[in-house]
C-alpha cells in the first residue's frame, strides 16, 4: 500500500483504541469510499467534537475523543487517528500562529500568559495521489455560527476568537474533496511536514512548559473554555 507508514498507530495517534474503533464500527464509515469517509471523519471531528481548551497539545486521540472537546492540534491528533484506523494516509504540518488570532477567546490575564507565537497544525490526507490540507475543523459550526452572528457587520479579513479568515460569513470550512481553512491567515512560522505528531512534539515541544502549563492546566484553561462557551451560547 502506497504511504504504509502514514497510516500506523503511534502513542499518540492510538487508533487501535477501543473506543475509536467503536466510534468507526458504529457509524460505518468503513463501508464509505474514500472521499466520503475523509468527509465523515473531518464532520465528526469539526462539529461532534466542541472548540475548547484540552490540558495539552500532545494528549492521544483516544483521550480528545472522551474530552469531547479540542484546539487545532488536538482536533488534528483525532482527525489523523480516525483517518489511519479506516486506512487513509495522513500526515502532520506544524506551524505557530500569531496569538491575536485567539484574541476574543483568551481573555485577560489568559492572553497575556499566552506564547506570542502558537503551536498550530493542520492535517494532510493524500486523496489519490493529491495532498489536501485539512484545518477547517477547527471551530464547530455552533460556535462559528454564534460568531458570525455577533460579528455580521464586519467586511473583508477577520482575525480573532480563533478564526482568522478573509470573510468570516463564508470561510471555507465544507468538506467539498478540497483544502479547507480556518486558522491560516495567522500563520507565522512553517515547520515543515512530519509523519505524526509525535514526530513534532518530539522535536518541537508544545505550547507550555513549567509553572506556565500547570497554571494552564488547572486554573486558565477553566476561564478559556468558559468563555467560549459563553459565546457560543450568543452571550
Not at 471523519?41 to 495539552?56: H, K, L, M, P, S
Not at 492535517?123 to 490540507?133: C, T
Not at 488547572?218 to 473554555?225: F, L, Y
Request: hydrophobic share 40%; proline share 4%; charged share 20%.
Amino acid at each position: 500500500m502506497r504511504h504504509h507508514h502514514l497510516t500506523q498507530a503511534t502513542p499518540i495517534l492510538d487508533h487501535h483504541a477501543p473506543a475509536i474503533r467503536q466510534l468507526i464500527q458504529q457509524r460505518n464509515w468503513t463501508s464509505l469510499g474514500l472521499h466520503d469517509r475523509v468527509g465523515a471523519a473531518y464532520a465528526f471531528v469539526r462539529d461532534e467534537i466542541a472548540f475548547g481548551y484540552n490540558t495539552q497539545d500532545d494528549l492521544p486521540a483516544s483521550r480528545v475523543l472522551a474530552d469531547g472537546i479540542g484546539q487545532c492540534n488536538t482536533k488534528g491528533t483525532l482527525l489523523m487517528a480516525l483517518l489511519r484506523a479506516m486506512d487513509v494516509p495522513c500526515r502532520f504540518h506544524g506551524f505557530t500562529i500569531d496569538k491575536a488570532l485567539q484574541k476574543g477567546a483568551i481573555t485577560g490575564l489568559a492572553y497575556l500568559l499566552a506564547p506570542g507565537n502558537i503551536i498550530h497544525s493542520w492535517v494532510e490526507v493524500d486523496m489519490d495521489g493529491r495532498w489536501i490540507n485539512l484545518e477547517g475543523f477547527i471551530l464547530d459550526r455552533t460556535y462559528l455560527s454564534a460568531l458570525q452572528k455577533r460579528f455580521s457587520q464586519h467586511n473583508g479579513p477577520f482575525c480573532g476568537y480563533g478564526a482568522a479568515v478573509d470573510d468570516l460569513q463564508n470561510p471555507p470550512i465544507a468538506w467539498q474533496g478540497e483544502s479547507t481553512y480556518i486558522q491560516r491567515n495567522g500563520i507565522n512560522h512553517d515547520f515543515g511536514l512530519f509523519d505524526t505528531p509525535d514526530d513534532f512534539y518530539t522535536r518541537h515541544g508544545t505550547n507550555l512548559s513549567g509553572f506556565k502549563r500547570y497554571l494552564f492546566q488547572h486554573v486558565v484553561r477553566h476561564w478559556m473554555n468558559k468563555t467560549v462557551q459563553s459565546i457560543r451560547s450568543g452571550k
